[in-house]
């Protein structure tokens, strides 16, 4: 399975990331997302000062960063039996991009 992250703005003009297989197949800027296809979705939020958006953080790290990011805080939900906030997957991938 191939993840796609696709970087998009919500109603809210707010910069979100989306993932899922297929998200960006034979898609162009402008156009709608299928709802059904998304499997994940995350928001950083920010203020004007800051110089960082949800681009800029994401644009240096990978794909693979980001899968292997998923599987670590999928695999500790299942071990604590409790659910981890979606918002750590991004996080956890910038951790795993600077090492």
């Avoid at 998009?8 to 707010?14: E, G, Y």
């Avoid at 898609?27 to 299928?34: A, S, Y």
């Avoid at 110089?51 to 994401?58: A, G, I, N, P």
């Amino acid at each position: 399975m191939k993840i796609f992250k696709v970087i998009t703005l919500d109603q809210n003009n707010q910069e979100i990331i989306l993932m899922g297989r297929g998200l960006g197949f034979k898609q162009r800027p402008g156009n709608n997302i299928d709802e059904n296809l998304i499997e994940k979705r995350f928001s950083l939020s920010s203020s004007d000062n800051e110089e960082s958006s949800v681009s800029q953080l994401l644009s240096n790290i990978s794909l693979e960063d980001i899968r292997v990011a998923t599987q670590i805080l999928n695999y500790a939900e299942d071990i604590f039996n409790t659910k981890v906030s979606d918002s750590k997957v991004i996080a956890l991938s910038d951790h795993i991009h600077k090492l």
